[in-house]
C-alpha cells in the first residue's frame, strides 16, 4: 500500500500520471497537498480520481496542466467541499468561468471570502 509520501515523491515527477491513477484508486488516502504544477500529462481522470478517493485535500495545485476541464474541476468543488482551501489552477487553459464559479460557490458555503 503507498503512503502518503510516496504520492508526494511520484507527484513531484513529470511523468507521475498513470502511477498516480493507479495508485491512488487502490485505496482512500488522507493526502492534504499535492503539487502538480505544470504536470502537462495530468488530466480530467487524474483530478476524477483526487475527486474521489482524497476527500481529505486541503491544497491542490494544478496549474499548467492544461488537459483538466471544467467536468473535472466540478466534481472536485464539490467532493472536497469540506477541505479544500487551497486551489491553483491557472494555465487549465481548458477550465472555463463555470469551473470557477462552481470553486468559489463551495468556498462561500465553507465561510471563505471570493477566489
Known amino acids: 500500500m503507498a503512503s502518503d509520501l510516496d504520492l508526494l515523491l511520484v507527484a513531484s515527477a ?7 491513477h493507479s495508485r491512488v484508486c487502490s485505496h482512500r488516502t488522507s493526502l492534504k497537498t499535492l503539487k502538480l504544477l505544470d504536470c502537462y500529462k495530468v488530466g ?9 478517493f482524497c476527500k ?11 488537459d483538466i476541464s471544467d467536468e473535472s474541476i466540478i466534481l472536485l468543488a464539490d467532493s472536497c467541499r469540506d477541505g479544500l482551501k487551497n486551489l491553483r489552477m491557472d494555465w487549465c487553459l481548458n477550465a472555463t468561468d463555470s469551473s470557477l464559479t462552481c470553486v468559489q460557490a463551495s468556498w462561500k458555503e465553507m ?4 477566489c
Open 14 to 20: 513529470k511523468s507521475i500520471v498513470l502511477e498516480l
Open 44 to 52: 480530467d481522470e487524474s483530478v476524477s480520481s483526487l475527486a474521489q
Open 56 to 66: 481529505n485535500l486541503e491544497t491542490l495545485i494544478i496549474g499548467g496542466c492544461r
Open 111 to 114: 465561510g471563505f471570502g471570493a
